[in-house]
């Protein structure tokens, strides 16, 4: 079955470090792989994806993710963390499964971290 | 260009009631999602929408509905509501085909509480 597990609940940083969401991910076939950002009250923001090609992803807000196809993984990072930073993070994997018209855009989704950045 | 819009933004039913929440999808996506978010848990698929018919639906029962109209603005109906009904139910656009797939756009979500 294809599915998106995010190993941490919540994930807590001093402003100005590094920072590393993880998510692990089962798919059958090439993934293709999204970093969503979620503010409280708020909606799901797009922060950046991967489908091919380099597998050091460039997103918005100075986030970048790191596909390793051997470790099935694709983590979420940022070299130095804000404190507005602070929110759910979701990581999701776009279903292989076939629909009968269109693009399937259907994803699966993690359970989401929580990432705290402290001042 | 206008984002996804979602109404209303919040919403008290009584379990047994109806309800129906509305979205409008991003200028010229013609492909729109439906999820639903409990609290602490990730979005649940609830069904997706291409041209104004279904196409596919996630584990949900027949009295999660849908429709989505001619210029690709979409409801979501919900008869009968549950205690478990109450979440937020977010709405996603994606563009139309030929762009990368799988990249959404979401509404801020409509807060259902069912008592």
């Known amino acids: 079955a294809q599915s998106v597990a995010q190993p941490e609940d919540q994930v807590n940083v001093a402003e100005g470090n590094p920072l590393t969401v993880k998510c692990t991910y089962s798919v059958s076939g090439n993934p293709y792989l999204f970093w969503y950002v979620q503010y409280p009250n708020r909606g799901l923001q797009f922060l950046l994806k991967?489908?091919?090609?380099d597998n050091l992803v460039k997103g918005s807000y100075g986030f970048e993710a790191e596909f390793n196809k051997s470790q099935t993984s694709f983590h979420l990072k940022k070299p130095s963390a804000l404190v507005s930073d602070s929110a759910l993070y979701f990581c999701?994997?776009?279903?292989?499964?076939?629909?009968?018209?269109?693009?399937?855009?259907?994803?699966?989704w993690g359970l989401g971290t929580s990432l705290a950045v402290n001042p | 260009e206008t984002g996804v819009t979602q109404s209303p933004t919040h919403l008290i039913k009584t379990r047994g009631q109806q309800v129906t929440l509305r979205c409008s999808s991003q200028s010229g996506h013609n492909t729109v999602s439906w999820y639903q978010q409990a609290l602490g848990q990730g979005p649940q698929f609830i069904f997706q929408?291409?041209?104004?018919?279904?196409?596919g639906r996630g584990n949900f029962p027949p009295r999660f509905s849908g429709l989505q109209f001619p210029n690709y603005s979409s409801e979501l109906n919900v008869n009968a509501l549950e205690l478990d009904d109450s979440a937020l139910y977010l709405c996603a656009s994606s563009p139309r085909q030929g762009t990368p797939a799988g990249e959404q756009y979401f509404g801020p979500g409509t807060r259902l509480t069912v008592t």
């Open positions: 999701a994997v776009r279903d292989m499964k076939v629909y009968n018209a269109g693009n399937n855009r259907k994803l699966i």
């Open positions: 991967y489908i091919t090609g």
């Open positions: 929408y291409y041209r104004e018919e279904e196409n």
